[in-house]
């Protein structure tokens, strides 16, 4: 199962990577060869309570604008698919697939997103715009960290203050790269089903406005027949990311590493 499930993600990220798509008919496979196994196995309750946990975790990170409509579906595509055996095993394996999804997905942004920074010149005169617009909240941090640091010597302040510093530093850089290098002008002919527009666009007698799930398939229709380009934010394709998660956790799995990890997190921890 693990490996027909590897093969099935690494079409889709291929495919995402070149189209900023994800097929449908690979979120079905995944999710019925899930069940299968499930039925199989016995453990068709435990699997699908786990799946339910994913699914709400994804609607979650769907309206909050983190996941695009395929990522959401992919994530509960896998649910039944995760390793683990008993429901507690289960849901071990789901928690440390999205924390494990989160982080390989915070650096795979950061490098993508950086890549496409350093060849667009506007970023940088967007990053100043940014800079000087809010140029309170410099102020607010530069006061902040000055004071903790020299009148109240403390060091959590300082790790607060520093923290403040990195999370305002990857606000600015997330959006100077969305307003410069993922905002392009589409084509009505290749416009895709869930594209994100930028601003609400008049088309005839119809007003199309910007949702989270973005075009259906009657705007795309209707675009089409008033031949009507419109602004769309694109995304980074973010299924490499679930391929490289579960290949990882499956290397942790099958490889029998899973109690060496606990005791590094533990020791971590402790």
């Not at 890549?115 to 800079?131: I, P, T």
């Amino acid at each position: 199962m693990f490996g027909f499930a590897l093969v099935l993600l690494g079409f889709a990220a291929v495919h995402d990577w070149k189209t900023t798509f994800v097929s449908d008919w690979v979120v079905y496979a995944l999710f019925c060869l899930g069940l299968l196994g499930l039925v199989v196995g016995g453990e068709l309750v435990a699997g699908l309570l786990v799946t339910g946990g994913l699914g709400l975790l994804a609607l979650t990170f769907y309206y909050g604008g983190v996941f695009a409509q395929g990522d959401a579906r992919l994530l509960i595509a896998l649910g039944p698919v995760l390793p683990g055996i008993a429901l507690a095993s289960r849901g071990w394996y789901a928690i440390g697939f999205v924390f494990l999804l989160l982080v390989i997905g915070l650096v795979y942004t950061l490098v993508i997103s950086g890549w496409k920074a350093g060849h667009d010149r506007g970023y940088y005169r967007e990053v100043h715009a940014l800079f000087t617009t809010f140029r309170f909240v410099v102020w607010g941090l530069l006061g902040g960290g000055f004071i903790c640091s020299f009148l109240l010597s403390g060091m959590w302040w300082g790790l607060v203050f520093g923290g403040g510093w990195i999370v305002f530093g990857l606000w600015i850089h997330a959006k100077a790269v969305e307003k410069t290098c993922f905002i392009a002008r589409v084509a009505p002919r290749n416009l895709l089903e869930g594209d994100w527009l930028v601003s609400s666009v008049k088309v005839g007698r119809h007003v199309l406005h910007p949702s989270v799930a973005g075009l259906s398939r009657p705007d795309i229709a209707l675009l089409r027949r008033y031949n009507r380009s419109v602004l769309i934010k694109q995304g980074i394709p973010f299924v490499p990311v679930f391929f490289l998660t579960y290949l990882l956790m499956g290397f942790v799995a099958l490889g029998g590493y899973e109690q060496a990890l606990l005791g590094l997190v533990q020791e971590v921890l402790s």
